[in-house]
């Protein structure tokens, strides 16, 4: 019974392509995130969402869109994708604002 | 903007051999610290949350602590199976640049050798 689980968990895909990534949550969370971990493994945020309000985008290209169709889906869909956009992408939830996040298996982008 | 540092970047242990993993932080105002394990391939699994300096949590051979410009993960007896990486972020208080979000650290890589 996955609590955060996002999907795909692997993705290879060519420059140019448009693709994305689905993430649910069953925690009952008010916030959801997107993390990219870089080849460093730092995690880096993109963007928060509180109860399917946008909260914070950081300085993420246009070419990324998320979009949270209720308080428990928080897909990314990036557009025109890029050599460097390869990495893996975490989704998570905390119940609030600020407090601990729960992560999903993450989905490791490979763009070719 | 906060900030997070872990150090060392990497530390390689006997096992058995008992260490400490620093994370040190600047944050406008703390709404907890928290730490995260991760294993190779897997996203990272939540341990501690730590509120306020002084304030301390165990879970098996890990203990975490908190002052208020810093935090350790004490590993007493690390056994190979310890052998990951170990995260430590912090969220804000409202009101905060950084509130709605966890800013991460760069981590620390552990190795237990048998």
């Known amino acids: 019974d996955t609590a955060v689980s996002q999907t795909p968990k692997y993705l290879v895909t060519q420059m140019g392509n448009d693709k994305s990534i689905k993430c649910e949550q069953n925690?009952?969370?008010?916030?959801m995130y997107w993390y990219k971990q870089d080849s460093k493994k730092f995690l880096k945020i993109m963007f928060s969402?509180?109860?399917?309000?946008?909260?914070i985008n950081e300085t993420v290209p246009n070419r990324f869109s998320p979009k949270s169709p209720d308080k428990a889906h928080l897909n990314l869909h990036i557009n025109s994708l890029e050599l460097g956009d390869s990495a893996v992408y975490f989704c998570?939830?905390?119940?609030?604002?600020?407090?601990?996040?729960?992560f999903g298996q993450g989905t490791r982008l490979t763009v070719v | 903007e906060d900030q997070v540092t872990q150090s060392p970047e990497a530390l390689r242990l006997q096992e058995g051999e008992s260490s400490s993993l620093n994370c040190s932080y600047t944050?406008?105002?703390?709404?907890?610290l928290f730490w995260y394990r991760q294993d190779p391939g897997k996203g990272p699994e939540f341990l501690f949350t730590?509120?306020?300096a002084g304030e301390e949590k165990e879970k098996e051979r890990l203990k975490a602590t908190l002052t208020k410009k810093e935090s350790f993960l004490h590993i007493t007896a690390p056994k190979p199976e310890d052998s990951a990486t170990y995260l430590c972020?912090?969220?804000?208080?409202?009101?905060?640049?950084?509130?709605?979000?966890?800013?991460f650290g760069q981590g620390t890589i552990l190795t237990v050798h048998p």
């Open positions: 998570a939830s905390s119940p609030r604002q600020g407090t601990e996040a729960f």
């Open positions: 925690l009952g969370h008010d916030t």
């Open positions: 969402y509180n109860n399917k309000e946008l909260i």
């Open positions: 944050v406008s105002g703390l709404r907890g």
């Open positions: 730590l509120y306020s």
């Open positions: 972020a912090v969220g804000a208080e409202a009101g905060g640049t950084s509130y709605g979000k966890l800013t």
